[in-house]
């Protein structure tokens, strides 16, 4: 992103089926950023001899920071700035590990107008195998009424 502020959709704006992604490839940096600012410091994510004894063989990505592209996509691109996380469901199907390249994907599956509610379904995938998969529900601003642009 380029810093610069975006207009998000507006609720009016949405249709069952429109989906967005978004790329990234998992560093170390990355892992070992999450973990300073959540204070996640399981070693399974940044000890390498501690995680080699593990059921993954070797250090893996925070789940949660898998899940934070999924975020990446909801408050940049679809629905994108003003929307506001309602819940998230979310499964783990397989490790994320440093230099993997992690595509996120969300798609509309249900409009609810009466609550300017939006439910999409959710993936993570590493070399087209989901290793994240869930469902979120966001509140998107209406572009009817007051202050509406």
């Known amino acids: 992103m380029d810093g610069t ?13 429109m989906e967005a992604h978004y790329t990234r490839v998992v560093a170390e940096r990355d ?3 999450f973990a300073e600012l959540t204070g996640d410091n399981n ?5 390498a001899g501690y995680a080699a004894g ?7 990505a925070h789940g949660m920071l898998t899940a934070g592209y999924l975020s990446a996509i909801f408050g940049t691109r679809l629905p994108g700035p003003g929307c506001i996380y309602v819940s998230q ?13 992690v595509t996120a994907k969300v798609v509309i ?4 107008a009466a609550k300017s509610r939006v439910i999409f379904a959710c993936d993570c995938s590493v070399g087209g195998k989901t290793v994240l998969q ?4 966001l509140m998107v601003p209406s572009g009817k009424g ?4």
């Open 109 to 112: 599956t249900e409009l609810i």
């Open 5 to 17: 502020t975006r207009a998000g959709h507006v609720f009016e704006d949405l249709a069952i089926g």
């Open 134 to 137: 869930g469902e979120a529900v």
């Open 31 to 33: 892992i070992a950023g």
């Open 43 to 47: 070693p399974l994510h940044l000890d």
């Open 54 to 60: 593990t059921m993954f063989k070797g250090r893996i």
């Open 89 to 101: 469901s979310l499964s783990f199907r397989g490790p994320v590990r440093i230099g993997d390249e």
């Open 146 to 149: 007051p202050g509406a642009r």
